[in-house]
């Protein structure tokens, strides 16, 4: 289907200010725009009428509750009237703003709508702040609504402004040709942050991206838009008090941050020849929280530190422990003048936005050179701080004690929890949810982004018909599947828990079409894990749902991943395989890594082939060599042995050098087999599966696997199989 992407006409009329009860008059008649009918796919079957209008079946994220009421329709089409009443607390709560906004909201719906001051005549009636609420509605906050549409009248309820406007965002997804099914909906959210992250630092975005993006985000019903403003590969914000963060650490000679990566990693001055990067000034920050309001979102702005801060260093290389400009990626703690330049930095940064939080980062700082720096030293022995990891948290404290007195509360990544916990910390759990579990365990809020469900830069189809990206398997399936109230906490635990959010790091993301690829329709899922119920949950029907708003998010102009023609998962990792050495029992010369166990030790004879991530605990990682043995039980005859192996060069995964096979009758004497050598480069991107495997006709009990790493740094070996025939 084809719409024409909405306009958003601006609020025209002038408005008074009548006492509470008031109702308002407005007489604007918006561009009269049309959506065009719809196309093939993710319309009703063959046989149904593929222009007919759709019911609250078709709403993304689920409603708590909905039926549709008869076979009417209420048209959109022509001249139609609308009427608000506000009443209550709503009226006193920052009306002007609020009512103008939902009128414009309403004005930019491609319908021709004209407000009147006649509530019995209206066609649309909104009733912000009455007393017309259900149970359900009351026990949600004010984006609670209550939705029903009748042929001659759409009425909605809501305790607040923002209800009133998720309302008005359910009739976009219903409405087709201006017809919208009879229905009743009462809606109320699970969780009250439901967010999208922007990396703006690996690729800076325009403002008016960022804005396209918040349409698509507000008829999703998400609330919070996490803009990760400073990293290594960029500063992006003006900063008046220390201008060189955008005079050129904004800037760097390279667009694709792989060759920049490949590089040395150099910054350059904004008007050097070719400079590639930006950032946004203050009323570009202005506007972009502006359109926010409008959309019921909070932008929450991220400040890295003490990590990921090689930019600034190379502005300000006195701000690190060493003084050389391209020296690490941290702050230094231990000097006074790293404090002064936060507080700078934040106070210029909280008069901007006016989110309750700042994400101040925390994550992945290396703390190297603390260990030896004077400074850091001096400040440990000071402040009686026992190692780096205090030394972190004596800095998020110093932040969170700062923040808050201007206001502001803090949220950080989950490594904020080293060193202690700052008291008033908001956790965003991304390494898995434990670091969210702990945390709410003490009694601290947090926001689940696990990067095995959450993480949107993982590949979302097989890795073969996708752009390069950062590694990882996290389909649409996948990131619908998450639950985010951990099991066995209890009731008040669990009270702490705010949402969830969808995380977008864009190392492997030049272009805003291929954001939009990896956001759409995976946000799709964030928004109803955010939204919905569990019990409402169920992903056949959400897959049918996001088929339909895929189609019409293309039509608004989005670049949306091709859902409707999923590969899937390898094929080789859905059904268990049997062979000879299946269920033996495998003793390891060399250990696997404790962060990538698989199913243990049981994970190399179980049968059980990886799929197309190392993340998916059925490939089990080496830091070292590999090298197990499998005991066969008793001498067997035997005509082959192989294992596979992967590479994904981005995420430091290495085919092996070679693979030398050996058998033993014994297990104390062993007799080479054969060696298998790699045959491709390991530089190469992408993602490759390689068998080492060797045709052989022995006798024997025990077979050894020993697997040489790749030379190169950090190398990762990952295997998923001993097969033996
Ligand atoms: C992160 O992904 N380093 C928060
Ligand atoms: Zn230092």
């Known amino acids: 289907m084809k719409f024409l992407f909405p306009v958003f006409a601006r609020f025209l009329s002038c408005m008074s200010r009548p006492a509470a009860g008031y109702s308002i008059l ?10 065009v009918p719809a196309s093939s796919a993710g319309m009703p079957a063959s046989g149904e009428d593929a222009h007919a209008p759709l019911g609250p079946d078709v709403i993304i994220p689920v409603p708590a509750r909905y039926e549709i009421s008869g076979d009417g329709v209420f048209d959109m089409d022509g001249c139609r009237t609308f009427h608000m009443k506000i009443s209550g607390p709503a009226a006193y709560d920052s009306r002007d703003i609020a009512v103008s906004d939902l009128v414009s909201e309403l004005l930019s719906l491609p319908y021709s709508l004209s407000g009147t001051d006649a509530a019995s005549k209206a066609d649309i009636l909104i009733n912000v702040g009455g007393r017309r609420h259900s149970k359900t509605m009351l026990s949600g906050q004010d984006e609670s609504y209550r939705l029903s549409v009748s042929p001659d009248r759409i009425r909605i309820d809501a305790p607040g402004f923002s209800g009133a406007f998720y309302a008005i965002q359910s009739l976009v997804q219903m409405a087709r040709n201006g017809k919208v099914r009879c229905c009743v ?24 991206f960022l804005m396209k993006q918040m349409d698509a985000m507000a008829l999703l019903k998400l609330n919070r838009m996490h803009l990760h403003l400073t990293d290594g590969a960029g500063w992006r914000i003006e900063t008046e008090s ?103 930095v934040l106070s210029e940064v909280i008069v901007l936005f006016p989110s309750e939080y700042v994400h101040i980062g925390g994550d992945e700082a290396s703390k190297q050179h603390w260990k030896t720096c ?15 990891d205090e030394l972190q948290s004596y800095l998020i404290h110093r932040i969170e004690v700062f923040l808050n007195s201007k206001g502001k509360k803090i949220i950080g990544w989950d490594e904020i929890l080293q060193g202690g916990l700052a008291p008033n910390a908001t956790v965003m759990s991304w390494r898995g949810t434990e670091g969210g579990i702990e945390s709410l365990k003490s009694g601290h809020d947090v926001v689940m982004v696990p990067n095995g469900w959450c993480y949107l830069d993982y590949t979302q189809d097989a890795p073969f018909k996708e752009p390069v990206s950062i590694g990882g398997y996290v389909p649409l399936e996948k990131t619908y599947s998450y639950e985010p109230v951990p099991e066995g906490l209890t009731e008040d635990e669990t009270s702490h828990l705010l949402g969830i959010q969808g995380n977008l790091w864009t190392e492997y993301v030049t272009e805003d079409s291929h954001a939009e690829y990896m956001y759409y329709p995976r946000a799709f899922a964030i928004a109803e894990t955010g939204w919905s119920d569990a019990a409402d949950k169920d992903y056949g029907d959400f897959r049918r749902r996001a088929l339909e708003m895929s189609e019409m998010f293309a039509g608004m102009g989005y670049n949306t991943f091709d859902l409707a023609n999923e590969y899937g998962e390898r094929k080789e990792s859905l059904a268990p395989v049997s062979h000879l050495a299946s269920g033996c029992k495998v003793t390891y010369v060399m250990p696997y890594s404790s962060q990538y166990p698989a199913a243990g030790d049981a994970t190399l004879t179980d049968g059980v082939l990886g799929g197309w991530t ?32 992967m590479q994904q060069a981005s995420a430091w995964v290495y085919l092996p050098e070679k693979v030398e096979i050996l058998v033993s009758d014994d297990g104390q004497v062993y007799r080479s087999a054969g060696i298998v050598w790699r045959d491709m480069p390991d530089s190469v991107d992408g993602l490759y599966f390689k068998t080492y495997g060797l045709v052989l006709n022995e ?27």
């Open 26 to 35: 407005f007489i604007v008649c918006a561009l009269c725009l049309l959506p």
């Open 242 to 344: 220390w201008p060189r963060l955008t005079e050129f650490a904004a800037w760097r000679p390279y667009r694709r941050w792989t060759d920049w990566w490949a590089s040395d990693r150099h910054y350059c001055e904004a008007s050097a020849p070719g400079a590639y990067g930006g950032f946004y000034t203050k009323d570009d920050i202005r506007d972009i929280v502006a359109y926010a309001r409008k959309k019921h979102i909070e932008v929450i702005p991220e400040i890295e530190m003490p990590g990921h801060s090689e930019e600034v260093l190379a502005a300000y290389p006195e701000l690190s422990c060493t003084g050389e400009q391209y020296g690490g990626s941290d702050l230094c703690p231990g000097k006074e003048e790293t404090f002064r330049f936060l507080e700078d």
């Open 185 to 208: 909906i009462e809606d109320t959210p699970r969780f009250v942050y439901r967010g999208l992250h922007f990396d703006v630092s690996r690729h800076f975005r325009s403002k008016e």
């Open 699 to 725: 006798t024997c009990r025990y077979v050894r696997f020993r697997a040489e790493r790749s030379s190169k740094a950090g190398a990762w070996l990952f295997t998923d199989e001993l097969i033996i025939n």
């Open 374 to 388: 004077p400074d850091c030293q001096r400040r440990m022995e000071e402040e009686g701080l026992a190692d780096v």
């Open 614 to 645: 190392y993340g998916d605990r059925k490939w089990q990682g080496f830091l070292s060599d590999a090298d197990a043995v499998v005991d066969l039980g008793e001498l067997k005859q035997i005509h082959y042995a192989g294992a596979s192996f």
